[in-house]
């Protein structure tokens, strides 16, 4: 697969040259493939936002370069000449609707590409169309956003930067906060844009369950530095390494792991609870055949 986005050898201090400097990223180096649906994972304060920051170059490195498609950002790029490049990178911050202004649920939407220059007939066009993508009523389109659920508040800001067509979509947390079943439509969201969109996803995540549901690679962040990368799979299967990067287990992998401490020859760890369910039937098979 193509390299979407690369770092290479990226540092990013905050408040540098001042008592308080701060190195959230210390020299990082790693790829992102075109297409994939990377999970990035690490405890509080590891650089994990300050890292997808970079893509759409809201952050700049202190040293180091990151190549985004044909962009290169370095130490001394600036805002000049960057929205364009920021159309094809859309980045769903936490609690993206604390961010929506607009009276009515369309106008919001339709903010980003009006931004752009798009005529307000074009924008309009993007902004149902992203109401689709998103799945939100278009008798909704006239509403405040104000007066929406939490749920939906959030997919308007979802559909915002949709409306913008991005190739990438960083989405940093994008599940905090909601209920099960919220969870679950911005999950299955993010899988669809992936899946039939051909979207590039970065999910920023303390979720694990998300990770060996939807992504299918994994960076794993420590206090400033990506510790390793590799499938969900590689990534659990070794839990005393997880537990030690301050992170947990998948649920599935976790009661596995219970039972293997308990004596129970569970075979390699499932990660999913479909893997457990089939696991936990084979084992049981193997017992009613031992016994016949
Ligand atoms: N604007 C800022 N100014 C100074 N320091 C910052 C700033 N933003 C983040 N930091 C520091 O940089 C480090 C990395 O923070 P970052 O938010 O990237 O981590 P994170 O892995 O995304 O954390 P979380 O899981 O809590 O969102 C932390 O030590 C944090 O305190």
């Given at each position: 697969m193509d390299q979407a986005i690369s770092f290479d050898h990226v540092t990013h201090t905050y408040q540098?040259?001042?008592?308080?400097?701060?190195?959230?990223?210390?020299?990082v180096s790693v790829t992102i493939a075109e297409n994939s649906f990377t999970a990035i994972i690490g405890h509080t304060g590891s650089g994990k936002s300050t890292l997808v920051q970079h893509i759409n170059a809201l952050l700049k490195p202190t040293q180091g370069t990151i190549k985004v498609h044909d962009k290169l950002i370095t130490p001394?790029?600036?805002?000049?000449?960057l929205k364009e490049f920021r159309r094809h990178v859309g980045m769903v911050f936490q609690f993206p609707e604390k961010q929506l202004f607009e009276e009515t649920v369309i106008k919001d939407i339709m903010f980003g590409p009006k931004n752009y220059g798009v005529s307000e007939a074009d924008a309009k066009h993007a902004a149902v169309d992203a109401m689709n993508l998103v799945g939100l009523d278009q008798s909704l389109a006239e509403k405040s956003p104000f007066d929406l659920s939490g749920g939906q508040m959030r997919r308007v800001a979802i559909a915002g930067v949709l409306a913008m067509r991005p190739e990438i979509l960083i989405l940093d947390e994008?599940?905090?906060?909601?209920?099960p079943q919220g969870h679950k439509e911005m999950m299955t969201l993010a899988q669809r844009l992936h899946d039939h969109d051909q979207m590039t996803i970065i999910l920023v995540t303390h979720q694990m369950d998300d990770v060996v549901n939807y992504a299918s690679q994994v960076i794993v962040m420590d206090r400033g530095k990506i510790v390793k990368t590799g499938s969900p799979a590689q990534i659990f299967a070794d839990p005393e390494w997880v537990y030690e990067r301050q992170l947990n287990l998948p649920s599935s992998t976790e009661f596995a792991q219970r039972l293997i401490d308990a004596g129970i020859p569970m075979g390699k760890l499932p990660l999913t609870v479909n893997q457990l369910a089939d696991r936990i039937a084979e084992l049981v098979a193997k017992g009613d055949s031992m016994n016949e």
């Open positions: 540098a040259k001042t008592p308080y400097a701060q190195d959230a990223l210390n020299d001394t790029t600036t805002n000049k000449n994008p599940t905090a906060g909601l209920d």
